[in-house]
């Protein structure tokens, strides 16, 4: 005669067995999707390139800087001093095509026929340059801004000499030969940056992106100018000379006439 419940009980252990393994390999592949883990390894392929090929003897390396701001914390991905200035460096593990300009305030990441916007890097470095410039006291144009993009993205308009791709990063830096920083001034500030960031730490980057999180929180009573809804670029306010909008206000692209988009201004619009 069959014991079912010897049955029942070899069944679940036999399943729970495999859920052992499965649990853990699942925690994994989630892990490997998230956001946190892909900025991460970005940031560690770029911490592995400036190793490989940069002279340690001439580019010190700081990762992963947090400092404090006027605002809260500001968190600088990595910083290279060297004689040649200090290149302040922001990381973007983005994939998809990816559109922007020096002067637009967001850029646009083009995956297939979805398409994102996100902070020009560019103006979210210009607050660690600044803010580091601060904390150094020194001048600013010491400091030099360089962001680079890694994972499969495609740069579909023309970039900045100080934004690119992976490999890039390393020839850019070495691409400056000029002697601005003598040896001490390079000891003293590494030493600066060292004794002035804060403790690197789980804690110290959960109280980082609360701070952000803060931030991006506030009221704005007035919005910024609107961002163009066809290529991204600043839009300015302009008044209809002719036909039966005449002397209304609208916001037009500042790309004008590469970019013909119009958005109706809506204080005019309800007046």
Not at 46 to 72: P, W
Not at 77 to 88: L, N, Q, R
Not at 105 to 112: D, E, P, V
Not at 239 to 259: D, I, L, V
Request: glycine content about 6%.
């Amino acid at each position: 005669m069959l014991d079912v419940d010897h049955i029942i009980n070899t069944f679940y252990s036999a399943v729970f067995k495999q859920l052992k393994y499965l649990v853990p390999i699942l925690i994994v592949i989630a892990l490997a999707k998230s956001a946190w883990f892909k900025g991460y390894m970005g940031e560690l392929l770029v911490r592995l390139t400036m190793k490989l090929f940069l002279d340690s003897k001439k580019y010190q390396v700081i990762n992963n800087a947090t400092l404090e701001a006027h605002d809260g914390t500001t968190q600088i991905d990595h910083i290279v001093v060297s004689p040649f200035g200090i290149f302040v460096v922001e990381t973007k593990n983005m994939k998809g095509w990816i559109f922007g300009s020096e002067k637009q305030k967001t850029w646009t990441q083009k995956i297939f026929k979805k398409s994102f916007k996100f902070q020009n890097p560019l103006h979210q470095n210009y607050k660690h340059t600044k803010t580091l410039a601060e904390c150094l006291q020194i001048d600013e144009s010491l400091l030099i801004s360089v962001v680079v993009f890694v994972g499969e993205s495609t740069f579909k308009t023309d970039m900045p000499r100080n934004v690119t791709y992976g490999g890039g990063l390393t020839r850019f830096i070495k691409s400056h030969k000029e002697v601005v920083l003598e040896t001490y001034n390079i000891e003293r500030i590494v030493n600066q940056i060292q004794e002035g960031r804060l403790k690197p730490s789980f804690k110290t980057d959960r109280a980082h992106v609360r701070n952000l999180k803060q931030r991006h929180s506030k009221v704005i009573e007035k919005p910024d100018n609107p961002v163009c809804p066809k290529c991204g670029s600043d839009m300015v306010k302009r008044s209809a000379k002719k036909g039966s909008r005449a002397g209304q206000e609208f916001w037009g692209c500042s790309t004008f006439p590469k970019c013909r988009a119009v958005v109706q201004d809506e204080e005019s619009a309800s007046a």
